[in-house]
């Protein structure tokens, strides 16, 4: 994305290795006023999981469920119009200190069209401070 941390920019990531055998539920409270720049997402097989990202008051209120990438190849959510939940309003999301982050993972998204539970999960979230 060519942003360094000495410009205020840092990441979060999150990794689940083996097979999911239920949704994962990940919460963390912000350490500062930031915003949401960036969302990578990924598994190592081809049995797509999806992913929602919002506060605590609304789980996909930035962004709406979404496959992520499979057989190791990430899915990013980075335009501005990407962030199309209720709370974000196609801005990137401005998350103020102590809010409550929450990911969602679904880890069997696509076991309808015969997928079956995500493996090796990995999500990358992109963020500047203010």
């Not at 055998?21 to 997402?41: E, F, G, K």
């Not at 605590?56 to 980075?78: H, M, N």
Request: proline share 3%.
């Amino acid at each position: 994305m060519g942003k360094s941390a000495a410009r205020g920019i840092f990441q979060t990531s999150f990794h689940v290795p083996g097979e999911l055998s239920a949704n994962l539920n990940i919460r963390w409270t912000a350490p500062c006023d930031m915003t949401l720049l960036h969302v990578s997402a990924v598994q190592s097989d081809d049995d797509a999981c999806g992913v929602t990202v919002g506060i605590s008051t609304d789980t996909d209120g930035y962004l709406e469920i979404y496959s992520c990438g499979i057989s190791d190849t990430p899915v990013q959510k980075e335009a501005i119009t990407d962030f199309s939940g209720t709370t974000s309003l196609s801005q990137y999301p401005r998350i103020s200190d102590g809010d409550i982050l929450v990911l969602i993972v679904d880890y069997d998204y696509n076991a309808a069209a015969g997928g079956g539970a995500a493996s090796d999960v990995t999500i990358v979230l992109t963020f500047a401070v203010g």
